[in-house]
């Protein structure tokens, strides 16, 4: 049964999100084709570089992402409470970086409006404000940029993506952190990458860059395509959202599972778990079968069975996919 987006998408449960878009033809979306010989990785960078703009633009930060040849991954964060802090001014100049600005508008800023165009141009504010921090325009504003790109250079019309993109609820630090993990490691999944730091277009790799270098002058000259990701805990002031858990501990974890499923390697599996692991009471055999080539990690939530179920009561529904998944690798709590 499908269920409209507004129904799955609840910021009173979690303001985490996990979206994954796919692209329908065998032109792909930004790898190498092998039946027409054509490379399409140039438009890694288009995806990379439309991300970039939509973060400064919505109040929706990046915590994780990997762009594949054929559909990417990405996890969102939604500050709902910033869109608050914008000026009326402030929402104007975001949305019609985006679209063109209404007539209205240009009057209500040339101060050449009328008591009604005022009332007018205050609703249509207030629209954008809640616009501006909606998943679903987001997604909206990428994909239909991707795809108009994608169809001129290809010389053709129709669909570009197979469907609506699918999204998931991130509900609890747990699920959060086997979405982030899911998404980092998928070039590894797919053979595509051997480490971390080798799986290029993923956050794990622009965070590594970045982790490298020691000045603001060479991380902004390491690429032009780098985004402003959402920070962790511990490099994050104490009044900014911020992921919850430090980035070494991440790191340790992400690098650990890379290892771990590589069960063809002699030697490359680690006996220590990391400390991460050990203090959410993971199982690590369910963990590691979720981050296998064919593991999967998707439902319309991810979290703690207790958090599933006040999700799902929330939406209106007496049962939800993934029930099973938390069980196997969160327990029964």
């Known amino acids: 049964m499908a269920y409209a987006r507004k129904s799955l998408i609840s910021l009173a449960d979690t303001p985490y999100y996990h979206v994954i878009a796919r ?39 990046t915590c994780a992402y990997a762009v594949m ?150 991380r902004s000259e390491a690429s032009r395509h780098n985004l402003t990701l959402l920070g962790f805990r511990d490099e994050t002031p104490l009044d900014h959202p911020a992921i919850p858990f430090s980035f070494v501990e991440y790191l340790e974890l992400v690098d650990w599972t890379g290892r771990e499923r590589r069960v063809d390697k002699g030697g490359a599996i680690s006996a220590k778990i990391p400390g991460i692991i050990q203090r959410l009471n993971l199982d690590v055999g369910a963990w590691q079968a979720s981050m296998q080539s064919r593991g999967k990690v998707f439902g319309r939530a991810l979290g703690r069975l207790d958090r599933l179920r006040l999700h799902a009561k929330t939406l209106g529904q007496s049962w939800i996919k993934g029930v099973e998944h938390a069980k196997n690798i969160y327990g029964e709590i």
Request: hydrophobic share 35%.
């Open 69 to 218: 040849s054929n559909h990417y991954h990405l996890v969102l964060h939604v500050d709902q409470k910033r869109t608050v802090q914008w000026s009326q001014q402030d929402v104007v100049e975001r949305w019609t970086t985006l679209f063109r600005k209404p007539r209205v508008i240009k009057r209500w800023e040339q101060g050449k409006a009328g008591p009604g165009e005022i009332h007018l141009t205050e609703q249509l504010i207030e629209h954008w404000r809640q616009r501006l921090y909606d998943i679903s325009w987001y997604m909206r504003c990428l994909n239909e940029y991707l795809a108009r790109r994608a169809n001129a250079e290809d010389e053709c019309t129709g669909r570009f993506w197979e469907g609506r993109f699918k999204s998931q609820a991130l509900l609890d630090d747990a699920g959060l952190l086997t979405a982030m993990t899911y998404v980092d490691l998928n070039p590894i999944r797919a053979g595509i990458a051997e480490v971390p730091e080798e799986s290029a277009f993923t956050s794990i790799h622009e965070r590594l860059e970045a982790w490298k270098l020691s000045t603001d002058r060479q």
């Open 23 to 61: 692209c329908v033809r065998r032109a792909w979306l930004c790898g190498r084709d092998e039946y027409s010989g054509k490379d399409y990785s140039h438009r890694k960078a288009w995806v990379l570089d439309r991300i970039k703009q939509l973060s400064e633009t919505f109040a929706i930060d």
